[in-house]
């Protein structure tokens, strides 16, 4: 799933790309992935991109006032086009759901599909004319990266700090494969009760969220969109690695597996070299 530093990059990217272009339309290969009637997607045509931006994992794209958000999900992505076909979108024609046609007014139509690989479908797109009234957007909690942000009251929870970190209505932006990555470098079992945490373990897990997440940003600033995706995976120290060797103390990444999830830890660095408990069956990762 594109997490924070992904999403960042990609609307870092579609602000410099769009900035000022013409939509033409947008064409929808599967009317399940549009979650808005009001404005219609008609209603776009003619107006001028003025800007993207970001919130949590969502992206934004302010047309003259009225807003493209478009949720990747978990296998979702966006493919940038700087000549898109001149025939339209199909009806549930391959793993493309949706495309947002633009003319710059210097030659052929630029724009991007958004896609989703795979039969589990989460990828959703609105139209509104304000942010707000996207649920998911409305319900946000604070962006880690933000100035001014605390961890330390989030903290205030009897929940485990994986689910705390990954829960979009407590911290904006943060999912499965950060989390994994936050855990580790503050040395901290992601089964760990959040209003447990001793003091020591509340200043390394405020240094991991900022340390990991601007370290990311950055890394993806200015990658193209095609190369965010595995540029992530060979960032990764333990998520998406179980079974290798950890880079900082050699132990052997383990994993624990849900029925639509998997977390990453070494137990040496994270949990005083104790295997934790699969929970196969848990539900607590939605």
């Known amino acids: 799933m594109p997490e924070l530093p992904e999403v960042n ?6 602000d410099k790309e769009t900035a000022g272009a013409v939509v033409v339309g947008i064409e929808l290969a599967s009317f399940a ?3 808005t009637f009001d404005p219609p997607v008609s209603a776009l045509s003619g107006l ?3 800007g993207a931006s970001r919130h949590g994992k969502f992206i934004d794209i302010d047309v003259d006032g009225i807003h493209i958000i478009v949720h990747l999900a978990k296998a979702g992505w966006l493919r940038w086009s700087e000549q898109l076909p001149d025939t339209k979108l199909k009806l549930g024609a391959s793993n493309i759901a949706a495309r947002v046609r633009l003319d710059r007014g210097d030659g052929p139509h630029i724009g991007f ?3 989703e690989a795979g039969t589990r479908k989460g990828l959703a797109m609105y139209v509104v004319r304000d942010p707000s009234e996207v649920p998911g957007i409305a319900a946000l909690g ?3 990266l933000e100035p001014g942000f605390e961890l330390r ?3 205030a929870r009897r929940m485990q700090v994986k689910r705390l970190l990954r829960d979009q209505k407590i911290i904006a932006g943060v999912g499965n494969a950060y989390s994994d990555e936050i855990l580790h470098a503050a040395k901290l079992s992601p089964f760990a009760i959040a209003e447990n945490l001793r003091e020591d373990e509340i200043v390394r897990l405020e240094a991991a969220v900022q340390d990991i997440l601007r370290e990311a940003v950055e890394e993806a600033r200015g990658k ?9 995976r060979t960032r990764m120290r333990v998520h998406g690695r179980a079974g290798e060797k950890c880079p900082v103390c050699g132990d052997t990444v383990l994993e624990v597996t849900y029925s639509q999830s998997a977390l990453q830890y ?6 005083g070299g104790k295997p934790l408990k699969d929970r196969t069956t848990s539900k607590f990762l939605k």
């Open 33 to 35: 992935v549009l979650k």
């Open 266 to 271: 070494c137990p040496t660095c994270q949990t």
């Open 224 to 232: 193209p969109a095609e190369e965010l995706k595995d540029d992530k």
């Open 142 to 144: 604070p962006e880690p």
């Open 113 to 115: 599909d958004v896609t």
């Open 153 to 155: 009251p989030l903290l």
């Open 9 to 14: 990059a990609l609307v870092e990217f579609l």
């Open 48 to 50: 001028a991109v003025t």
